[in-house]
């Protein structure tokens, strides 16, 4: 048995990661470019929480009326595109643009027509509000990164060799953007072609995916830094061993937590179905860069200042 296991772990360690590097990059450069094209053509689809409007969600006591008997019950009041989405067994949440408590009234009064229903929230976003949450989101992303990549520079200050600490900074940074590009791309296609929209639970979401994935690619750096101070092998060989040394790790914390967020997705209620979907997209996504993107990074940085390509 110990013989077998030491086989199956030198067989692990013979995994070469950098040799077939221009093919994950190649792979990663498609997926860039297609969620550059969705937010480009389609562009993201915000919620009310940063357009402003209001949200009723009721709960049917028997059985639950068509969308479109909704809708038709809620043409008298003019209140534009109104967005009807089905939740449980007999919910119902209702998106439109802002209105009054007179008008609120109206509408549980027309929706009710015979049928016993309960009021769960009842919610109202200015547009200013919406503007204001905008900007601070924005600034909270910006911030985020911003800390990031001054902790890698300080983390890895020491390491002068043979490349520096900010160029580890920066090959986080190309990391955190792939992470996150590929699942706001994910989200264009989504809006466009079913109405998904990007709400403050989806953000948060995205701004833990920056944590997650940071911490994935500290987890492999921190690793090539202890190897660093092994002398005898070529950088491209501690990379590798690097991330053969924490492949494992990588692999069954993503997949603890994609079990957990796979879980509110199918299981969990409609408020966080999309605080979900974003972590799957962002912890997949995280996972392949920390593992096929960081540390190819780093090697073909290596290689252009060394003069070499292959």
Do not use: C
Request: no cysteine; proline share 3%.
């Amino acid at each position: 048995m110990g013989m077998d296991v030491e086989v199956v772990s030198k067989l692990i360690i013979m995994i070469s990661f950098i040799k077939h590097r221009k093919i994950y990059f190649g792979f990663s450069g498609v997926l860039i470019i297609a969620s550059i094209f969705a937010l480009i053509v389609f562009g993201l689809k915000p919620g009310i929480d940063f357009t402003g409007g209001s949200i009723l969600e009721i709960d049917y006591q028997e059985t639950r009326p068509l969308n479109q008997e909704i809708l038709e019950k809620l043409n008298e009041f003019d209140l534009g595109t109104i967005y009807v989405q089905p939740t449980g067994e007999k919910g119902v949440i209702l998106r439109m643009e802002e209105i009054d408590e007179e008008i609120h009234q109206q509408i549980l009064e027309k929706l009710q027509d015979g049928k016993e229903l309960e009021e769960i929230r009842f919610e109202s976003i200015g547009p200013t509000i919406g503007q204001e949450l905008k900007q601070k989101t924005k600034i909270v992303i910006v911030v985020a990164l911003l800390s990031m990549i001054v902790y890698i520079a300080l983390a890895f200050r020491k390491v002068q060799r043979p490349l520096r600490s900010w160029q580890y900074g920066i090959t986080s940074v190309i990391a955190l953007f792939h992470d996150i590009l590929i699942p706001l791309g994910a989200f264009a296609i989504l809006g466009k072609f079913y109405g998904i929209e990007i709400s403050i639970p989806v953000i948060t979401a995205l701004l833990a995916v920056l944590g997650y994935s940071i911490n994935n690619t500290v987890v492999v750096f921190d690793r090539i830094r202890e190897n660093l101070l092994r002398r005898g092998e070529i950088f491209e060989e501690i990379v590798d061993r690097s991330l053969n040394q924490t492949l494992s790790r990588q692999i069954n914390t993503s997949l603890t937590t994609l079990f957990v967020a796979g879980a509110i997705f199918f299981l969990g209620g409609e408020t966080l179905k999309y605080f979900a979907l974003a972590l799957i997209f962002g912890i997949l996504a995280g996972t392949y860069s920390s593992i096929f993107l960081a540390g190819p990074i780093l090697v073909t940085w290596f290689k252009f200042r060394r003069g070499r390509t292959n």
